[in-house]
C-alpha cells in the first residue's frame, strides 16, 4: 500500500494574500495528496511545529511580501533544530529570479515563481516523493 504523500503549506509573515497558496493547496489535494494548509500570519515556529506533528514530508511555502530571504532560511534552520531536515521545502511567490540560486543554496529544494502551472508543481512533488515520503 502507497503511502499518501503529506503537505503543509503555509503563509509566513505578514503576507495578507493567500489565493495562490489555496490554488497549489487543492491542486496538490485534488492530485491526491493530504495537505495541511495552515493560513495567513503563520510565524516559522509554528510552521515548523505544524510539520513536524502533521508528520510531513514537505513544507510548502508562499511569499508575497518580500521576506523570503528570512522565510525560508528560517524554516530550514528550524527543521534542522528539531531533526526533521528530511522534510523538504519548496515555495513560490513574488521572489526575484536573482534570489532562486540564493535560497537553493540555503537548502530550498525548489522555488515555483508567478504563472508556474499547478500540474508542473503536482509533478515535481511526485518525482520528489519517491525517495522522502515519511
Request: charged content about 25%; overall charge negative.
Amino acid at each position: 500500500m502507497q503511502q499518501q504523500i503529506r503537505i503543509v503549506v503555509a503563509k509566513p509573515g505578514l503576507d495578507g494574500h493567500d489565493r495562490g497558496a489555496k490554488v497549489v493547496a487543492r491542486a496538490l489535494r485534488d492530485a491526491g495528496m493530504e495537505v495541511v494548509y495552515t493560513g495567513l500570519h503563520q510565524t516559522p515556529e509554528q510552521i515548523v511545529n505544524t510539520a513536524v506533528q502533521e508528520d510531513a514530508a514537505f513544507v510548502g511555502l508562499s511569499v508575497l511580501s518580500g521576506a523570503h530571504m528570512t522565510a525560508f532560511p528560517k524554516v530550514i534552520e528550524l527543521l534542522r533544530e528539531r531533526d526533521a531536515a528530511d522534510i523538504e521545502v519548496f515555495g513560490g511567490g513574488i521572489i526575484p529570479e536573482a534570489d532562486i540560486a540564493p535560497l537553493k543554496e540555503l537548502g530550498v529544494a525548489e522555488i515555483f515563481t508567478p504563472g508556474t502551472p499547478t500540474a508542473r508543481i503536482v509533478e515535481w512533488v511526485r518525482d520528489r516523493a519517491g525517495a522522502t515520503v515519511r
